[in-house]
Nanobody, 127 residues
Framework: QVQVVESGGGLVRAGGSLSLSCAVS?????TAWFRQAPGKEREFVAA???????????YYSDSVKGRFAISRDNAKNTVYLRMNSLDVQDTALYSC????????????????????WGQGTQVTVSS
């Protein structure tokens, strides 16, 4: 059983920055961040995937592209999400997902393609 633990959420003013961490108990081929705001469906935020040759691919939703950056630390099996220029619309519960099930032919951006999930960390952006 792979364990996924998020950390780093909190309260920040609009325009500010915050970094989230996702510690995964073992290496998987892809890890992603999703978020869910109250009354809304869960949405994709960002994902990172690496090949056996350690080529890294990153994916972003249009709403965060240019503001958020996903990265990883192999030695720690940890994926980070750096969030800049935060807006009130970014307020949500951010959840990390690991172990992409659908192979390399599809971009790892769909929530139902991941096997393991963390409990989530709350990000609140005030105006």
């Amino acid at each position: 059983q792979v364990q996924v633990v998020e950390s780093g959420g909190g309260l920040v003013r609009a325009g500010g920055s915050l970094s989230l961490s996702c510690a995964v108990s073992e290496r998987t081929d892809a890890t992603a961040w999703f978020r869910q705001a109250p009354g809304k469906e869960r949405e994709f935020v960002a994902a990172i995937r690496w090949t056996p040759g350690d080529i890294i691919y990153t994916y972003y939703s249009d709403s965060v592209k240019g503001r958020f950056a996903i990265s990883r630390d192999n030695a720690k099996n940890t994926v980070y999400l750096r969030m800049n220029s935060l807006d009130v619309q970014d307020t949500a519960l951010y959840s990390c997902a690991a172990d992409w099930l659908w192979g390399d032919d599809q971009a790892p951006t769909r929530s139902n393609g991941y096997n393991y999930w963390g409990q989530g960390t709350q990000v609140t952006v005030s105006s």
